[in-house]
């Protein structure tokens, strides 16, 4: 019964990012399309994987970061005086394209961060969903293998922040599995839910106990992303199902909603507390327009959400245009 249902649920996968996807249907009759990487060996570094920084000096040129060398940071326009963001995309992403690459401008505008990208698309491309899922780990072990050479090169835990987009804020949370103590701050962009609820185990996945904070905002709750709470702070936005910039059909409209998590804290990071959520229950989505609003202090969501708060916080945009994203 169980395998069968993680059939129907790959099938389901599948099918969404089938629909998504650029190429077209006639992929499918290339036999390099189905070629997917499992990797069954976890030893860091790994050529699958690669780390890049962009910096205040840099731009949007990005810098190879290779762990093994010691100088690497240090020739790299690295300040250790900065602030760190650690980035790591999701399914079938990049961290050249959107929604990596509009958080990472979003860092560069303020001037105060040094920015790490952690790039494993070729071990996560479409449709290798279940291959991806697996391979989260290895990539999770190799993320820790980055913030240690940060730390071990003047890096700061309490002004690191590790920030994941879909399957990568699950792997934000496994950096702590590979650490002595676990992460200052982890930020969950509408963590994956498929095949992730019914199979993964506790350890792959983000959780509260992976940092001393862990915020995690909804914008697909219960279709791509995963529901309820999360974190220890969860935003559970325009009712954390569907957004309303994202239009078209329902497969469409899910893809967008599920991108959108990273518009939205990219806002904050520019733009302060511009995005202000209100205590509620913690169910995410909400089902019905009575959002569960509860009594309490408003706070800020993203990048000014104070340390230390805990619970649900409904909020609701004003604009029907907060991300570029092609619909």
């Given at each position: 019964?169980?395998?069968?249902?993680?059939?129907?649920?790959?099938?389901?996968?599948?099918?969404?990012?089938?629909?998504?996807?650029?190429?077209?249907?006639?992929?499918?009759?290339?036999?390099?399309?189905?070629?997917?990487?499992?990797?069954?060996?976890?030893?860091?570094?790994?050529?699958?994987?690669?780390?890049?920084?962009?910096?205040?000096?840099?731009?949007?040129?990005?810098?190879?970061?290779?762990?093994?060398?010691?100088?690497?940071?240090?020739?790299?326009?690295?300040?250790?005086?900065?602030?760190?963001?650690?980035?790591?995309?999701?399914?079938?992403?990049?961290?050249?394209?959107?929604?990596?690459?509009?958080?990472?401008?979003?860092?560069?505008?303020?001037?105060?961060?040094?920015?790490?990208?952690?790039?494993?698309?070729?071990?996560?491309?479409?449709?290798?969903?279940?291959?991806?899922?697996?391979?989260?780990?290895?990539?999770?072990?190799?993320?820790?293998?980055?913030?240690?050479?940060?730390m071990n090169n003047g890096g700061v835990a309490t002004e690191t922040t590790c920030i994941g987009h879909s399957l990568g804020a699950?792997?934000?949370?496994?950096?702590?599995?590979?650490?002595?103590?676990?992460?200052?701050?982890?930020?969950?962009?509408?963590?994956?839910?498929p095949l992730i609820d019914d199979f993964a185990d506790p350890q792959f996945r983000l959780s509260k106990d992976d940092a001393y904070?862990?915020?995690?905002?909804?914008?697909?709750?219960?279709?791509?992303?995963?529901?309820?709470?999360?974190?220890?702070?969860?935003?559970?936005?325009?009712?954390?199902?569907?957004?309303?910039?994202?239009?078209?059909?329902?497969?469409?409209?899910?893809?967008?909603?599920?991108?959108?998590?990273?518009?939205?804290?990219?806002?904050?990071?520019?733009?302060?507390?511009?995005?202000?959520?209100?205590?509620?229950?913690?169910?995410?989505?909400?089902?019905?327009?009575?959002?569960?609003?509860?009594?309490?202090?408003?706070?800020?969501?993203?990048?000014?959400t104070p340390f230390g708060v805990h619970g649900t916080y409904c909020v609701q945009t004003n604009s029907h245009k907060d991300c570029?994203?092609?619909?």
């Open positions: 019964m169980k395998i069968t249902r993680f059939c129907l649920l790959s099938l389901s996968v599948f099918g969404i990012y089938f629909k998504e996807t650029h190429g077209g249907i006639w992929n499918i009759w290339d036999l390099n399309y189905w070629r997917c990487i499992l990797k069954k060996y976890y030893q860091c570094p790994d050529n699958d994987i690669r780390y890049y920084l962009y910096t205040p000096h840099s731009g949007t040129k990005r810098i190879t970061i290779d762990i093994r060398n010691r100088y690497s940071l240090k020739y790299s326009n690295f300040n250790p005086e900065k602030k760190n963001v650690i980035i790591i995309h999701g399914f079938n992403g990049t961290e050249s394209r959107s929604p990596i690459t509009i958080l990472r401008n979003a860092y560069l505008s303020t001037k105060k961060y040094n920015i790490f990208t952690v790039d494993w698309s070729p071990i996560t491309h479409f449709p290798c969903y279940v291959s991806a899922l697996s391979n989260t780990r290895i990539v999770g072990q190799c993320s820790a293998k980055l913030y240690s050479f940060i699950h792997i934000c949370g496994m950096i702590s599995n590979h650490l002595d103590k676990k992460q200052h701050k982890v930020v969950g962009l509408d963590p994956a839910r904070q862990v915020q995690v905002i909804h914008t697909n709750a219960g279709f791509l992303g995963e529901s309820n709470q999360v974190g220890h702070v969860d935003f559970c936005v325009n009712g954390g199902r569907f957004q309303p910039s994202c239009y078209g059909h329902r497969l469409r409209r899910a893809r967008c909603s599920h991108f959108q998590s990273a518009c939205y804290y990219a806002q904050t990071v520019r733009y302060g507390t511009s995005i202000i959520g209100r205590p509620c229950t913690a169910m995410c989505p909400k089902t019905t327009s009575n959002w569960g609003l509860l009594p309490g202090k408003s706070i800020p969501m993203g990048e000014e570029p994203f092609f619909q």
